[in-house]
């Protein structure tokens, strides 16, 4: 029971330090982790990700249904007066 035990501690210990390997090599913003632990990715998740991926402000957000999935298009400004749309999978976080 004992050998056990030290085995799930080590595996344990063992993942945690992957993961936090994985992070420090792939650094996501909060809320893109968020969205993979819950499975889906609120509109106020998916504007801070893309304002910190693309260092840009959000200024138009809006849902839409596109092929039975949901899409979030976000409309960015960056400080050189570049506007540009973004377009994020509600379900995963990914920029489509």
Same mark, same amino acid.
């Given at each position: 029971m004992i050998k056990l035990l030290r085995r799930s501690?080590?595996? /344990?210990? /063992?993942?945690?330090?992957g993961?936090?390997?994985?992070l420090a090599a792939?650094?996501?913003?909060?809320?893109? /982790? /968020?969205?993979?632990?819950n499975g889906a990715l609120s509109m106020d998740q998916a504007v801070q990700m893309?304002?910190?991926?693309?260092?840009a402000r959000v200024v138009k957000a809006q849902t839409l249904k596109e092929e039975g999935?949901?899409?979030y298009v976000l409309r960015l400004l960056d400080d050189a007066g570049k506007v540009w749309t973004v377009r994020v999978n509600a379900a995963n976080g990914a920029v489509l």
């Open positions: 501690a080590v595996v /344990l210990a /063992l993942s945690v330090a993961a936090a390997l994985v792939n650094p996501q913003p909060q809320s893109y /982790l /968020l969205a993979v632990t893309v304002e910190q991926r693309y260092h999935r949901t899409v």
